[in-house]
């Protein structure tokens, strides 16, 4: 047979070309007409829980919205407006600067009713103010001038609104005043309730012993409590590392020298009055910058979030692996679906989502941590944007903290199957056997049991006949034949006792 008759030449069906090609250009009428009417909707829909792009302001929007007091764009605004009149208000005390007189306390009544009045409605006139200057902070500064205007003592004044500054002298503040009350007030109680339970969970479980797992085989038996003790202890760490970074700000002008101020008013101890102005809202001041505060201090505090984000990481998987084993049950609620199609499942979502939602979080604070500190020369504009999402990473770990938390409250032990695991382990009362061994002289102890236990099933039998075989006291083989791997615990329970006397966790 020839190279050319070698092939076999196939029967050609019908062709059907022309239904197919009605068939696709309907389709694609249809995808366009549904395009169409998506594009009309979006153009019309308002932000809402359904219409947000971030889960954190739409899904979980109840979870995080405390946040949204201190770090949206709201909070932004607010904090601006608070640092421009105080400014004012600093600027009306320094002598030298007479142009500013003492403020009478009508005056300074109506400046700090701008500040504890500050509404929604106050933001959204800043922010279209803001559609004119294309300029965030200036917005500001100009909405201070018309709620002054008519006040006819602050109106003689209105020039010295943002007097010497740079915008990052009010942002930089204003950051500060955000991030500190955002953690003060929202963040560290939902740590300190997360914490909490952890430390309430080692005391309960003191007592309840439990295999451990070293390179996912059985170990040596430790308890419930003490596992659990360990990440509390960790934890509160962190908490106390973040509660203590200091926040700091800067207030130095356009590159941190002071140029404007000394040329306006050449007597006045800048410097001073700048340490003096920072120290009075709370945050610490920075004497050496740039234009800006060098953020040095930011890249502590999320890599302090990080740790701490990483050891709850570490709590999640070790929680879902005891619920994959059976040592702990979860509390189902009425209603409540674990699958779509096997309705006896009973998923560990609140661990999985605070997992997941802990990587999203470390990403972005990584990020600002790694970025925020460089700034080419004297300052870009890089700071600017990025500093925008600090609420997100902060956003993404308060939900992780509070979807361990709700996870924490639905377990329940499972003492059955800790118990039969241990049963079932005999093997690990190899390690004080031969430690014992050692102690009274007795030849190759670790290679006898390593003979005794190493790829053999090992039971209470077995480890009896050996230890009756062994030519130690019998003060000290009385002792072994106690030994069960329920009771071969060491001093767990007390390592429990003595981190809850050093703590009210455990209370």
């Not at 202890?233 to 203590?244: A, H, P």
């Not at 989502?353 to 300052?379: C, F, T, V, Y």
């Amino acid at each position: 047979m020839s190279k050319a008759s070698s092939y076999v030449t196939l029967p050609r069906k019908k062709c059907t070309c022309k239904a197919t090609l009605k068939e696709t250009n309907s389709n694609i009428e249809a995808v366009g007409k549904v395009k169409a009417k998506a594009s009309e909707v979006s153009t019309e829909m308002e932000l809402s829980s359904l219409t947000a792009i971030s889960p954190l302001d739409g899904r979980y929007r109840n979870k995080v919205k405390d946040l949204s007091l201190y770090l949206s764009e709201y909070g932004l605004i607010y904090y601006r407006t608070l640092v421009e009149i105080k400014w004012l208000l600093k600027l009306s005390q320094i002598p030298e600067v007479f142009e500013v007189p003492k403020f009478s306390n009508e005056a300074q009544a109506k400046l700090q009713g701008l500040i504890d009045g500050f509404s929604e409605a106050d933001a959204i006139q800043v922010k279209n103010i803001e559609k004119i200057t294309n300029h965030d902070v200036k917005a500001v500064e100009y909405f201070l001038k018309t709620k002054c205007q008519d006040d006819p003592e602050i109106a003689k004044v209105l020039e010295f609104f943002h007097f010497g500054c740079t915008s990052e002298d009010i942002n930089n503040l204003a950051h500060g005043l955000m991030l500190k009350e955002a953690v003060n007030s929202v963040i560290l109680p939902v740590m300190d309730d997360l914490i909490n339970a952890m430390y309430s969970m080692a005391k309960a479980n003191a007592r309840i012993p439990m295999l451990s797992r070293t390179h996912g085989q059985p170990a040596s038996p430790t308890t419930l409590g003490k596992e659990m003790v360990i990440f509390a202890e960790r934890l509160n760490r962190e908490r106390r590392d973040i509660s203590q970074v200091e926040i700091l700000g800067k207030f130095a002008g356009a590159v941190g020298n002071y140029n404007a101020h000394v040329v306006a008013y050449p007597d006045v101890n800048w410097p001073l009055v700048a340490d003096q102005f920072v120290n009075s809202l709370g945050l610490s001041f920075n004497p050496h910058v740039t234009q800006i505060e060098s953020h040095d201090y930011m890249a502590k505090l999320f890599h302090s979030f990080i740790r701490f984000n990483n050891i709850l990481l570490d709590f999640d998987k070790d929680i879902w692996g005891y619920i994959s084993v059976g040592y702990f049950k979860q509390v189902t609620k009425a209603g409540e679906i674990g699958s779509s199609t096997m309705p006896h499942k009973v998923n560990p979502i609140d661990f999985e989502n605070s997992e997941g939602n802990l990587g999203i979080a470390n990403a972005i604070l990584d990020h600002l941590s790694m970025k925020l500190p460089i700034s080419r020369w004297q300052r870009d504009l890089t700071d600017s944007t990025v500093l925008r999402n600090i609420g997100v990473g902060l956003g993404y770990s308060l939900l992780a903290y509070k979807s361990a938390l709700v996870g924490i409250g639905k377990l329940q032990v499972n003492e059955a199957a800790l118990n039969k695991d241990l049963d079932n382990s005999w093997e690990v009362l190899a390690e004080p056997i031969q430690t014992v061994m050692r102690r009274y002289g007795v030849e190759e102890p670790y290679e006898k049991l390593k003979e005794l236990t190493r790829g053999r099933a090992v039971t209470k039998e077995s480890i009896t006949e050996f230890i009756n075989g062994l030519e130690i006291p019998v003060e000290a083989k009385t002792e072994l034949l106690k030994l069960t791997p329920h009771n071969y615990v060491g001093v767990a329970a007390q390592l429990v006792e003595d981190a809850c006397s050093r703590t009210n966790g455990c209370a």
